[in-house]
């Protein structure tokens, strides 16, 4: 079950303006705890289903290491340049990983759809290529915030 949101109620996103602006996005940012408790912070791209964000990670990055040992994660997803214009959404939870890793491309059933999203967003593909260096981790938030300032107007 996702956490509501109590602060910024204002100027929080609609759940349809929510699911739009994770279609449309395509960089966030994921954060991790490193082993040594340090915090490690580091862009990757990925897929919105509707209900978990997918991140198609290379298997020997800082991040898969931190993720396998601590699997809790934090994804902020954010635009805009000027005040009036920020937008953005933090999505956090438990890090799940899903299908093989690396992964080839071996039948996945629950992989079908992220990775159909994946291909047409970041590649105009219809289908996922794969490179053995990557695999997938879903993130299905526990909590959820989101703020759009241009919800603010003028005022």
């Not at 990925?46 to 994660?73: E, K, N």
């Not at 799940?96 to 159909?116: M, N, S």
């Amino acid at each position: 079950m996702v956490a509501t949101q109590r602060r910024g109620r204002r100027i929080m996103m609609t759940p349809g303006d929510l699911d739009t602006f994770l279609a449309e996005r395509r960089t966030c940012r994921v954060a991790t705890v490193s082993e040594d408790g340090r915090p490690h912070v580091s862009a990757l791209w990925f897929a919105w289903d509707g209900s978990s964000l997918w991140l198609y990670s290379i298997t020997r990055s800082r991040r898969w290491v931190d993720l396998r040992r601590d699997p809790r994660i934090a994804v902020v997803v954010d635009d805009g340049e000027e005040y009036g214009e920020l937008r953005g959404v933090e999505l956090s939870g438990t890090a799940v990983f899903v299908g093989e890793a690396p992964r080839t491309g071996a039948p996945c059933p629950e992989l079908d759809t992220p990775e159909k999203l994946f291909a047409r967003k970041n590649f105009g593909l219809e289908s996922m290529p794969h490179d053995g260096r990557h695999a997938w981790v879903r993130l299905t938030p526990d909590a959820i915030a989101s703020w759009d300032f241009r919800k603010l107007g003028d005022g």
